[in-house]
């Protein structure tokens, strides 16, 4: 372990918890002099996110225990929390997050303005429209928990080493082999410089983890930015004084020693720009009091008395920010070296949950939480950039106490990597996005225009929604006519355009053609390399050359690590097709498992042409028999264009995936729309393809699937071999009993599964939303019978069916007809659990040949 903060200590007393005892950890001055000593030390639970939620109150949970586990106190103050709402927009947010937390089993009230006076009466609360009560938060002294985490640590066999620095790291065949120390003041007496072999090195040095990383060639994006909080003089404030944030005013306080702690997110904030940051203990910069004014006067407007209290103490010091305000956990491209760093102001409040999710995935190979969203692996090349990682993380920091509304897009460090045909999307309008650093089309405006006409809708059967019967209820009332075109309520109608509905219809109906070069390729090839995709894939890929197979990677609990598409190119040569944020991380979990794996998703542009016109517009343009199968590759010419199709749809609508060297990526896209328009073909984006994976209940990992899911779980079964063995098939099989011991599998997707395949305690459902104004966006809090059962992983509107869809992980004996209740700010929607797919359950559209 590198660096003796909260997170340093806390990682090697969880590895020493379970069971690793020939542990080390070195910090260049004393504990927690480098970022950690001058943290405010607030305990706030609740957060956007479930897993960062699940760290916190775990660590909540473990701080009281110290304690006892230790004989030191850890410093925690277990007085509450209050988060403040003073605009409608904000008391949203606060609904939306306490229906969060109610899924997470996190204890939470929502009170009054008044209320939240009388739980804190310094507070001027008039304006105060609502607030968040968290009894289980408070706040810690950062010095005695990294002392009580390092007892425990020593305890259980740790060595702990201070005034020791690290000045090398040893790295042989792209693995970590030893770290070169080094005590004492160079060139004096009581110098010494030694190594220590190891095959296991943990970087948590706060600021510091940027410049530790380069000394094995390792880009960890920390970012220093100076943070600011002052403390006041005492005057009678109780040390039973709860926690308060106040984010539209951008502050937070709590009691300190009689007065009061203030700090705050300023909009203007400052990098610390040095090359050897914490080079000394307790780094401070002078104070800076005309950058703090605002936070100080918001605060001093929430607590009157503040106005007549001298501040008689100032930190200004370094906190270690990153790209996109997460933090950087897990393993770096050098294997054995792992970060656990980056933790943007709210480190203390997570160091026991960071300390728990790297010892698990240090030690058993993966976490228990879905870590993803901090996985140092979600950068790809471009976070090496120091220009391009200030510009993210200071924009980070400025709005890190924003309203952050679902879909919506921050413009720094923009536009960065393009698709050969991002010219001609600018010129027809489009409102791009970003993902991994990638402009990609949300949407083209060039295609709104008033909702559709009657005779666009096809008549309901086969092809549409499915029947009453089959757990649809419509409310009393049409609700195709009320979904038309209209504007969904609530968040889910701030950042919306009709042109969305238009893609979908015209994909329906024609044809459409949407840019997914992002999505990440890569290659696996050489003599081992289907015996090594055999073994780490779920799926069955012992198949021709030129199939195509969907299919997952399994973590050892059997969890989902990874959902893509892998085609046999050749004998011996496959490609795998990722999500666009994935690539980084795919690529490494293989890596792991022994397969030479190459990124080539630079090499190649790809265009997807979907709907029943696509096999006239494609004819056009090409000589080739294009009446190959589904799930199918087959290489042709596209006009003058080398091209791959792939027979394979994330829409539910008979085309292909059309892959091209990028050299040729704009003459293709140029072809294909000149071929398309006169079929009515029309250019679409990332929203209509999200709408219409739902309607078909295609999932996406990282949100209905994740490594805490099993493909069972899932509706998955029908992807997972049962002819061979790969990772992760002995937890599925210790994990679920055999369907003999069930009910049949109630949803069309599970059912998919082989007759013997095990059926789930739990498993994804599809919910039909009775009013179709109300847009689920996920992490909506899901009840059945008035009691909490779920959350919503992901939802949307189906502009093809028009109806408002969500779907959930409900219990054993769920089935089509059954109904729920999905919270939505506030407010409880009824909703019924429908059979899926929605739309075009057979799947003609896309199997059989347009005619």
């Known amino acids: 372990m590198i660096g003796g903060g909260v997170a340093g200590c806390s990682v090697a007393y969880h590895l020493a918890r379970l069971g690793w005892t020939e542990v080390i950890l070195v910090e260049r001055h004393e504990l927690t002099e ?52 003073t605009t409608p927009e904000r008391v949203e947010e606060s609904l939306r997050l306490a229906g969060a937390g109610e899924t997470y089993g996190l204890g939470l009230e929502v009170l009054s303005g008044a209320e939240a006076g009388e739980m804190s009466p310094l507070l001027y609360t008039d304006d105060v429209r609502a607030a968040l009560w968290l009894p ?15 007892a425990g640590a020593r305890k259980l066999g740790v060595r702990i080493l201070t005034g020791t620095r690290a000045v090398g790291l040893d790295v042989a065949g792209g693995a970590i082999t030893g770290v070169r120390l080094a005590s004492g003041t160079e060139g004096a007496e009581d110098f010494e410089e030694w190594s220590v072999q190891t095959e296991t090195v943990v970087v948590a040095a706060g600021a510091a983890s940027g410049r530790v990383g380069r000394l094995a060639g390792v880009d960890i994006p920390v970012v220093p930015i100076k943070h600011q909080y002052v403390v006041t003089e005492p005057f009678g404030v109780p040390s039973s004084t709860p926690t308060v944030r106040d984010p539209d005013n951008i502050v937070y306080f709590r009691e300190e020693n009689g007065g009061i702690l203030v700090g705050g997110y300023i909009r203007n904030p400052e990098i610390w720009s040095t090359a050897a940051p914490l080079e000394e203990p ?28 001298e501040i008689t103490k100032v930190v200004h010091g370094p906190e270690a920010f990153t790209p996109d305000g997460e933090f950087l956990l897990g393993e770096t491209s050098v294997r054995g070296l792992w970060a656990a760093a980056g933790f943007c102001v709210h480190g203390l409040a997570a160091a026991g949950g960071v300390g728990k999710v790297m010892a698990e995935w240090i030690v058993d190979g993966s976490p228990e939480y879905d870590v993803f969203g901090m996985d140092l692996r979600r950068f790809g090349l471009h976070a090496r950039s120091a220009a391009w990682s200030r510009a993210k993380a200071l924009d980070s920091y400025s709005k890190y106490y924003d309203i952050v509304y679902p879909g919506e897009e921050r413009t720094a460090a923009r536009p960065l990597r393009r698709s050969p045909a991002w010219v001609r999307h600018a010129e027809l309008g489009a409102a791009f996005g970003e993902k991994a650093g990638w ?18 809708d096809p008549p309901l059967g086969d092809g549409d929604v499915r029947s009453e019967g089959q757990g649809l209820r419509r409310g009393g009332r049409d609700v195709r006519e009320n979904g038309r075109g209209l504007r969904p309520d609530g968040w889910a109608g701030r950042i919306w355009s009709p042109a969305v509905r238009e893609e979908c219809l015209t994909t329906r109906d024609a044809a459409g053609l949407f ?98 016109r696509a096999l006239d517009i494609l004819g056009s343009v090409s000589g080739d028999d294009l009446t190959f199968g589904y799930l199918r590759a087959r290489e042709i010419s596209v006009g003058g264009v080398p091209v791959l199709a ?88 210790a994990a679920h ?115």
Request: with cysteine.
């Open 34 to 85: 480098g970022t950690t000593w001058h943290s405010a030390g607030f305990v706030g639970q609740l957060r956007s996110t479930v897993t960062q939620t699940k760290m916190i109150m775990y660590s909540a949970g473990l701080y009281p225990e110290l304690a006892e586990l230790t004989g030191l106190d850890p410093g925690w103050h277990g007085v509450g929390g209050l988060r403040l709402a």
């Open 136 to 150: 289980g938060d408070g706040w810690l002294d950062p010095a005695l928990l990294a002392r009580a985490l390092a």
């Open 646 to 733: 792939q027979r394979v749809t994330f829409v539910g609508e008979f085309g292909w995936e059309l892959y091209c060297p990028s050299e040729y990526g704009l003459t293709l896209w140029d072809t294909l729309m000149e071929a398309g328009t006169p079929h009515g073909m029309r250019p679409a984006g990332y929203r209509a393809i999200d709408s219409m994976r739902l309607e078909k209940g295609y999932r996406v990992w990282g949100l209905d699937v994740t490594p805490e899911t099993t493909p069972y779980e899932a509706g998955l079964g029908f992807a997972v071999a049962g002819d061979k063995d790969f990772l992760g098939r002995a937890a599925l099989d």
């Open 439 to 456: 402009e990609r089309v949300n949407w083209f405006e060039s295609n709104a225009r008033p909702a559709a006409e009657p005779d666009r």
């Open 282 to 309: 307790r780094t401070v910069f002078p104070p800076d009091m005309p950058k703090f004014q605002e936070s100080w006067e918001s605060a001093v407007r929430r607590v009157p008395a503040l106005a007549g209290t």
């Open 737 to 851: 009993r055999p369907a003999g011991d069930r009910p049949a599998p109630a949803s069309s997707a599970s059912s998919a599964a082989s007759p013997t395949a095990p059926v789930p305690a739990r498993s994804l459902f599809c919910l039909v939303l009775d009013d179709p104004r109300q847009v689920c966006l996920g992490g909506e809090p899901v009840r059945s019978g008035g009691l909490p059962a779920s959350r919503v992983t992901s939802g949307g509107y189906g502009h093809r069916v028009d109806r408002s869809i969500a779907y959930a992980y409900l219990p054993e004996g769920t089935a089509p007809g059954d109904r729920v209740e999905v919270g939505m700010t506030g407010t409880w929607v009824g909703a019924a659990v429908a059979a899926e797919p929605l739309y075009d359950p057979s799947s003609e559209r896309v199997r059989r040949l347009p005619s």
């Open 515 to 612: 840019d997914q070069t992002s999505f990440a390729k890569l290659e696996v090839a050489g003599a081992g390399a289907l015996e090594g995709l055999q073994r780490a894939c779920a799926g069955q890929l012992d198949r021709p050359v030129g199939s195509i197979v969907y299919t997952q990677l399994l973590n050892a609990r059997g969890g989902v690590e990874a959902d893509l598409t892998v085609t046999r190119l050749a004998d011996d040569r496959f490609r795998l097709v990722t999500g666009t944020a994935f690539g980084v991380h795919d690529a490494a979990w293989l890596r792991g498992r022994g397969l030479d794996v190459r990124d080539v998703t630079s090499a190649h542009a790809c265009y997807c042409l979907w709907g029943p």
